[in-house]
């Protein structure tokens, strides 16, 4: 079969996934529709079940996309860069590469947008994005030298947590949940292939017995850079900014809004990723120098990344958050037990759509030869992102800070990885950043805010609301490496089983030889 065959079949499969991975969200809302619990409107479910028919084709091509061009390009520029064995260039490159990554991460141009009104939209996405690149300079140092991930974890979140005590001593506090919300959404579905296959490339080059769990832990850094960066912030701005609501609506001019939207969405996305191409090609010419067919395949699969982001950020802007938003301020007027219970279903389903979640699974079990499983990586995802949801509802309910879940959460997390096998740790990490996408910040986040601003009023969205995407990246930490853990009990378990035959054979062979 000839290469565009192949292509096209691909494509095939992407969108079927992405229609398996929709379809939950999309019947719950339906269902929700024919309840007294909500009261969309029949135009509201209409536009929503056509973006959600967009979003499949939007996930599908975008999955196929970071196939042909994002994973490729990531795993070339590692194996270069290695290649060259100087570590000024190494570091230079890798953070220039980061910074562009998060400027064009979809996640984070989403959530800049929400809280426009509290700090200028490219201040945040530049705060942000040089967190990244420091941190993914880190993180290949880590793999470079081979250092512990545990230890550097545990370092830079004691860190992290002083500088949040220094925010709220500042007065700040608003700021915390949503310093928190930036590590989750600045991994998502560009930076986490990209990312990801650095990771494979650069361990692989390095080699040594530890070259898989070494592959993993890239993400899991780069999640904390974001987090100290909107902190230093938080510490520079003296005294509370007051929030502003962005009182999502379904437009009742459905395709002008629709197309304008598109044409927005299409020039910001195109400038992002050219950035990433421009200095992709300076690289290429420096030092990779692939065959023209490989890079031809590059360009197609940019193409598909390109057309399958317009598509998902238009469709998400226009359909999901007006509706998303419009089930939390219903739900919230109910008995607060609703809204809990529904965040933790959607919470269980949504991580189901996050394309980044694919791209994961797929090069967990890959690199672990099956012995973890992408069902056994979904399920413990689905469970930690529905818990995850369903505490942040409560937080909203009885108006209490994110700290009384974050600093236990994570002190769990790091204990947790003193146990379990590095190869786990780093991979629940990783789950952490990818689990909290698109979906939750262009559909969880709103749905929250609605909520929030029914429950707790406008004043309280920043401290309340916000906070959401950080908590669903945090607990997949545990999840995940509670199948560790119980990977470890059945070793442990195999390895008795075996010594108590080898001590059964033993004493037959006494008693024989008697």
């Known amino acids: 079969m000839e290469w565009g065959g192949k292509v096209l079949l691909q494509l095939w499969h992407k969108i079927k996934e992405a229609l398996i991975s929709v379809l939950p969200v999309t019947l719950i809302v339906v269902i929700l529709h024919f309840t007294p619990l909500v009261s969309l409107t029949n135009y509201e479910l209409i536009v929503f079940l056509g973006s959600a028919v967009v979003l499949v084709f939007g996930i599908g091509l975008f999955n196929l996309g970071a196939d042909l061009a994002m994973q490729p390009m990531g795993e070339q520029v590692g194996a270069s860069l290695m290649k060259t064995k ?21 996640d984070l141009s989403v959530l800049a947008d929400q809280v426009s009104s509290v700090i200028d939209s490219w201040t945040l996405m530049l705060s942000i994005g040089v967190g990244v690149g420091l941190f993914l300079v880190f993180a290949l140092l880590k793999i470079i030298f081979k250092k512990d991930l545990s230890m550097l974890l545990m370092f830079f979140y004691m860190l992290m947590f002083a500088l949040a005590t220094l925010v709220i001593l500042n ?98 996305v195109l400038f992002a990723l050219g950035l990433i191409v421009v200095f992709f090609l300076i690289i290429e010419l420096i030092y990779i120098r692939l065959p023209k067919m490989k890079l031809i395949q590059i360009g197609v699969g940019l193409l598909y990344t390109l057309i399958g982001l317009v598509l998902f950020l238009t469709v998400v802007t226009v359909g999901f958050m007006p509706i998303g938003y419009k089930l939390g301020t219903n739900l919230a007027g109910h ?32 690199i672990t030869s099956g012995g973890v499983s992408k069902r056994a990586m979904l399920i413990a995802l689905s469970v930690g992102v529905g818990i995850s949801i369903g505490l942040s509802m409560i937080r909203i309910v009885f108006d209490f800070s994110i700290l009384f879940y974050i600093i236990p959460g994570y002190f769990i997390s790091l204990g947790l990885s003193l146990f379990v096998p590095k190869l786990y740790t780093a991979i629940a990490f990783d789950s952490g950043g990818v689990a909290s996408g698109p979906l939750t910040s262009s559909f969880i986040l709103p749905l929250s805010v609605g909520a929030c ?62």
Do not use: W
């Open 86 to 106: 100087k570590v000024k260039i190494i570091t230079l490159v890798c953070f220039v590469m980061g910074v562009l990554i998060t400027i064009a991460e979809p």
């Open 453 to 514: 601003v029914v429950l707790q009023g406008e004043g309280h969205v920043m401290e309340d609301a916000f906070g959401i995407v950080a908590m669903v990246a945090m607990t997949p930490l545990i999840t995940i490496q509670l199948l560790g853990f119980k990977s470890v009990l059945a070793k442990s378990v195999r390895e008795k089983s075996r010594m108590k035959r080898i001590i059964d054979a033993s004493d037959e062979q006494i008693i024989n030889f008697m």
């Open 335 to 366: 008995h607060p037990a609703y809204l809990i219970l529904f965040g933790f279903v959607i919470g269980f389903v949504v991580v189901m759509a996050e394309p980044a979640v694919h791209v994961l699974k797929r090069q967990v079990e890959d």
């Open 171 to 268: 007065g700040n506090g608003s700021f915390l949940a949503l310093a928190f919300d930036s590590g989750g959404v600045t991994t998502g579905p560009i930076t986490v292939p990209f990312i990801m296959a650095l990771g494979v490339g650069v361990a692989a080059s390095v080699g040594g017995r530890g070259a898989n769990e070494n592959s993993f832990g890239l993400i899991s850094l780069c999640s904390v850079g974001p987090i100290l960066a909107i902190l230093l912030l938080g510490i520079g701005i003296h005294g509370e900014i007051p929030y502003t609501d962005p009182q999502y609506v379904v437009s009742p001019h459905f395709f002008e809004t629709f197309f304008q939207t598109m044409g927005n969405v299409c020039l910001e």
